[in-house]
């Protein structure tokens, strides 16, 4: 099977390569990038006008499955990816029952592969049932091809367990991959502990919550060597902690920001829609600056969703009972391009980068470039189109989104996992 994509601008952040040309594929693999391939091809794909990129690599997605596939199977939240730019996604622990042992991994890859063409990495849990006392077979769950802990949806609120853990992890040699929630600090919180807060009479969640987490963490990572992947970091703070502990080096630290987080404050969240309503909580604009200007400046490293599917019944609650979380998916890469490339925080390069080769690389995976011989994950990225995003058609179960109607630019074209078209656009 061959596949030739023509007339593309193609971005390769693993070599800083920037330049107009055709991308052969042939067997699942990217066999030559070069300007005006003749050769012959089972399928032809104009790409004039847009990017051709690595496939996005999403480190921080809740698929719900098992357990909760009113909210989100397996399938549907590949489809979601699909159609959002992403060939690798990396599935969080926080199911029914919780991803403490590798038949659940086997569960959830086996299904994967039966129902998909999206790499769908299953991360196991840190401990027991993510009760936070007791370690999960760790070893067990990354011998079944687990490629990463992670108690996301809640921190290890005891340090020496923490600890055990990353020495583990530093063994095996795979990421942590961190929420940084103090839960004694949250006390009830559901919003921002700000102005807003104080109007709406909601209790507010402190930057402090997530940044003497991210401290005990960073520092916890230090001492013991392992690979430290910091969750949807929200604050100004975080940006500053991370900065300082790479400066300081001898540590392997990395940092995410969602969509969300990098877009909206808490001044622009509507009163009583619960889909404004995430963990962390929309921040104030000060942090919504420090964020880009982290990601600007390559101290944070990855953009990722903290993709959290709820049903409509459970949305459609009052601020302090409603879940926690939004989709993210299929609005990420829309939403990088018109909230960062298009302000002037990032450029193509960097989106592409943090989009995929440097997900890539806190995971340790061969994918994120597009030199030949590696496998042909791609993303086809149409830089004009402007829309609004219209959460009706999305693949996702779920609708939670606080985008819907908003007007955004760039648009993902064609997705490729394989060497096999797994989305197109109409």
Known sequence: MTLIIKNGRVLDPAVKQDVFADVLIRDG??????????????????????????GFIDLHVHLRDPGFEQKETVATGAAAAARGGFTTIVAMPNTKPVVDHADVVNYVHNKAKSVTKVN??????????????????????????????????????????????????????????????DKNL????????????????????????????????????RETGAKLHLCHCS???????VRMAKER??????AEVCPHHFTLSSDEMVPGDTNYKMNPPLRTREDVEALRQGLKEDVMDVIATDHAPHTRDEKNDSMLRAPFGIIGLETAAALAYTELVLSGYLTPMQMAEKMSYNPARVLGIDKGSLQPGKAADLVIFDPEKTYRIDASEF????????????????????????????????
């Open 29 to 54: 693999k990217i066999e030559k990038v070069m300007p005006d391939i003749q050769e012959a091809a089972d399928r032809q794909i104009d790409a004039a006008g847009c990017f051709v990129m690595p």
């Open 120 to 181: 769908v990495l299953q991360a196991g849990a840190i401990t027991k049932k993510m009760e936070g006392m007791q370690l999960a077979d760790i070893e067990q769950m990354v011998q079944a091809g687990s490629p990463a802990i992670s108690e996301d949806g809640k921190s290890v609120m005891n340090a020496y367990v923490l600890q055990e853990a990353m020495k583990i992890a530093k063994r095996l040699d795979i990421p942590v991959l961190s929420h940084c929630e």
């Open 186 to 221: 949250v006390n009830g919180g559901v919003v921002n502990a700000d102005e807003n807060a104080k109007k709406r009479e909601l209790p507010g969640i402190t930057n402090s919550v997530e940044n003497v987490i991210i401290i005990r963490d960073v520092q916890l990572a």
């Open 235 to 241: 604050t100004k703070e975080s940006v500053e902690i």
């Open 249 to 254: 080096g001898n540590t392997r630290i990395t």
């Open 395 to 426: 693949a996702s179960k779920s609708r939670n989104t606080p985008f819907q109607g908003r007007e955004v630019t760039g648009a993902v074209r064609v997705t490729i996992a394989g060497g096999e078209v797994i989305y197109q656009a109409e």
